[in-house]
């Protein structure tokens, strides 16, 4: 790989990796996680993943409902060093249910790496996040994991991917065995020969038909395994750094998070191949890292993340400029300053204050409500950022109240957590009672559990008649003002006010969108 990035260590954007792990549940995110954090250092002892429930977590498990459940709720970023690198990693939950709260994650990075089970190939979960990564055209780097238990074929896998994702691959390492017999990776353009068994050095070999494959591989395996390696290093093109960032092409990499293989690999991949922070895509023009001016977008918000002391802290990846701790910013929605007194970093378990930060920076910003998600600051400039979006939620309830006398506090904590994006809250215009959507319905368990927790209020939830919604828009006001006189029962408004229209089934929606095909009827939404 001769095009590498050039990274002066005085150069503190140059030095950047902002990026997430993609995977299907049991892939091996978390375990790949703790190596990495292990190998940069920012922790003593990589926890063996032991059962999920009691295990050394390098998440913060704060919340009683992601301990009960042993899954993964919450996002959060790990900042650590390696090499010359700052490596921001940004964990996404583990469980389809927090799926948006992924998809908010990724507009946050400039490249992934997506982990594969070696045995299970692309599962379904691995596929979907993928093509949130292909909308922004982000750069991936595959590590195929699991490589010490029983395998498919390296070309059976990379032509799954080729396939099923349309994505060109190139290997980088090749295996040798797999399973019981999985000896290391032999990398097939500098021909070293990297061995499973820690106590051996690296060696430079000739090449496949070297003597050392005898004495790595079964007798019965080695032929085919010269075969297929031969045939490897002969389709491989010289590596084409451009379609790598354009989110074309993929090198891949073989090991065993598990047992520490390939997995320094994949990280001098990142700081040598995984672009710096990227430019980043504002209303009126393309705000770029390098510029003087700090900016920031906002696309995550976490409450009490440390339940001796109630806080909520915004997590904002700064974009471009640099954040010094105690500047005023702009908050760009309301026109108001507001002061970055206690800006922070995450590492595994710690946090710290920043003093200052650059673009490809995620920093916490400790508030008191002020700040939602989607939310863009400055310096004053009067950008706004794209691109952390919103979408039609697929199950919608109306909440049930236990105490009438407090309607108003429930509005108050509802807003509060449609601003973190725990769920989306709809007001209906007939007056009744509000309704929440969510993509899963854990997220339910969450707001209900939140709602007792942090606000005393107990809440039950209420099937609606609707199944669908989507948010409307029109050119002509006139139009939709048709459109919404005629809807008064199935119309709700949004956290900003927009019109959202709600629908029984599917078949009504489209319906109404041939009744109306003026009309734009929307199941993703940009946060403004
Ligand atoms: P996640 O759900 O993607 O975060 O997956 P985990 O990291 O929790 O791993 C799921 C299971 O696979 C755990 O039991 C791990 O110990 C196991 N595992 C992860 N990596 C490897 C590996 O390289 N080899 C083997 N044999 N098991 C692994």
Not at 12 to 36: M, N, W
Not at 114 to 139: S, W
Not at 499 to 519: C, D, G
Request: hydrophobic content about 40%; overall charge negative; aromatic content about 8%.
């Amino acid at each position: 790989m001769s095009e590498q990035n050039n990274r002066p260590v005085s150069d503190p954007v140059a030095r950047r990796r902002t990026f997430a792990i993609i995977s299907h549940p049991d892939a091996g995110k978390t375990t790949l996680t703790e190596k990495f954090l292990l190998f940069g250092g920012a922790i003593q002892l990589a926890g063996e993943v032991k059962a999920k429930r009691n295990r050394v977590s390098t998440r913060s498990d704060w919340m009683g409902i992601e301990k009960d459940r042993g899954i993964s709720v919450v996002t959060s970023v790990m900042t650590f060093e390696y090499g010359d690198c700052v490596f921001n990693l940004l964990d996404t939950p583990g469980h389809e249910d927090f799926s948006e709260d992924t998809y908010r994650t990724l507009t946050a990075v400039d490249s992934a790496i997506m982990v594969i089970d070696a045995a299970k190939g692309i599962e379904d979960r691995t596929r979907k996040l993928f093509e949130v990564c292909r909308m922004r055209d982000i750069p991936i780097i595959t590590f195929i994991n699991k490589l010490d238990r029983e395998s498919q074929n390296p070309f059976e896998l990379l032509d799954e991917i080729e396939k099923t994702l349309a994505l060109d691959t190139s290997p980088v390492t090749w295996p040798i065995g797999q399973g019981k017999s999985f000896a290391g990776t032999y990398s097939l353009q500098d021909k070293k020969v990297r061995h499973f068994n820690e106590g051996e050095a690296d060696v430079v070999v000739s090449g496949p038909e070297d003597a050392l494959f005898d004495k790595l591989l079964p007798a019965s395996d080695v032929a085919t395994w010269r075969e297929e390696t031969e045939l490897a290093a002969e389709a491989l093109q010289p590596f084409d750094y451009k379609a790598f960032l354009e989110g074309h092409l993929t090198p891949v990499y073989f090991g065993s998070a598990l047992k520490n293989f390939g997995v320094r690999d994949l990280m001098d991949a990142i700081a040598a191949l995984a672009p710096p922070p990227r430019d980043q895509e504002a209303d009126s023009r393309m705000i770029s890292a390098r510029e003087k001016n700090m900016s920031g977008f906002v696309f995550k918000i976490q409450a009490n993340m440390d339940p001796n002391h109630r806080d909520r802290i915004a997590f904002m990846r700064v974009c471009s400029g640099k954040l010094s701790r105690g500047m005023k910013v702009k908050l760009v929605r309301t026109g108001k300053q507001m002061s970055l007194s206690a800006p922070q970093f995450f590492f595994a378990q710690d946090r710290a204050l920043a003093d200052e930060a650059y673009a490809g920076d995620v920093v916490g910003i400790p508030n008191h409500g002020t700040l939602r998600i989607g939310d863009t600051l400055t310096e004053g400039e009067e950008i706004l950022f794209r691109g952390v979006p919103s979408f039609a939620p697929e199950i919608l309830r109306r909440i049930k109240l236990q105490d009438a006398m407090k309607a108003k506090k429930l509005r108050e904590a509802l807003q509060q957590m449609a601003e973190e994006g725990v769920v989306q809250v709809f007001i209906p215009q007939d007056g009744s009672a509000a309704i929440v959507g969510v993509v899963g319905a854990l997220q339910l368990d969450v707001l209900a559990e939140r709602m007792r927790i942090e606000y005393s209020l107990p809440i039950a939830f209420e099937p609606v008649r609707f199944t669908v919604c989507r948010w409307v828009t029109c050119s002509e006001s006139a139009e939709l003002d048709k459109f919404m006189a005629a809807h008064r029962s199935s119309l709700s408004s949004d956290l900003d006010g927009a019109p959202v229209f709600m629908a029984t089934s599917p078949f009504s929606l489209q319906y109404e969108a041939e009744r109306f095909p003026k009309i734009e009827f929307s199941d993703v939404k940009d946060y403004q």
